[in-house]
């Protein structure tokens, strides 16, 4: 079964940037991130196709966030820019390791990001 080993959360100021990086120890076909803040459900913030090709941003990330994969290392990130206090959360990977259309079904363990005003 495929694992997914996340590194890069942590604590930044308001206007900073940070990289979220997730290893996959398999092959996946489409990944993503999602986010989930104190009291809230857990979101997408952004997803991409197995080719990198197709990319989706939620409306609150998008021109500030950017999702990109390298299949060589089978690793997904999420670089974010212009980080605002409402993205404080934990961020979790996803994948679909089994089948490219169904639903996410391997996760990461969720670096806390932290951005403070």
């Known amino acids: 079964q495929v694992q997914l080993v996340e590194s890069g959360g942590g604590l930044v100021q308001a206007g900073g940037s940070l990289r979220l990086s997730c290893a996959a120890s398999?092959?996946?076909?489409?990944m993503a991130w999602f986010r989930q803040a104190p009291g809230k459900e857990r979101d997408i913030v952004a997803a991409?196709?197995?080719?990198?090709?197709?990319?989706y941003y939620a409306d609150s990330v998008k021109g500030r966030f950017t999702i990109s994969r390298d299949n060589a290392k089978n690793t997904v990130y999420l670089q974010m820019n212009g980080l605002k206090p409402e993205d404080t959360a934990v961020y979790y990977c996803?994948?679909?390791?089994?089948?490219?259309?169904?639903?996410?079904?391997?996760w990461g363990q969720g670096p806390q990001v932290t951005v403070s005003s």
């Open positions: 996803a994948a679909r390791s089994t089948q490219p259309a169904a639903p996410y079904d391997t």
């Open positions: 398999g092959r996946t076909f489409s």
């Open positions: 991409i196709s197995w080719s990198g090709g197709g990319t």
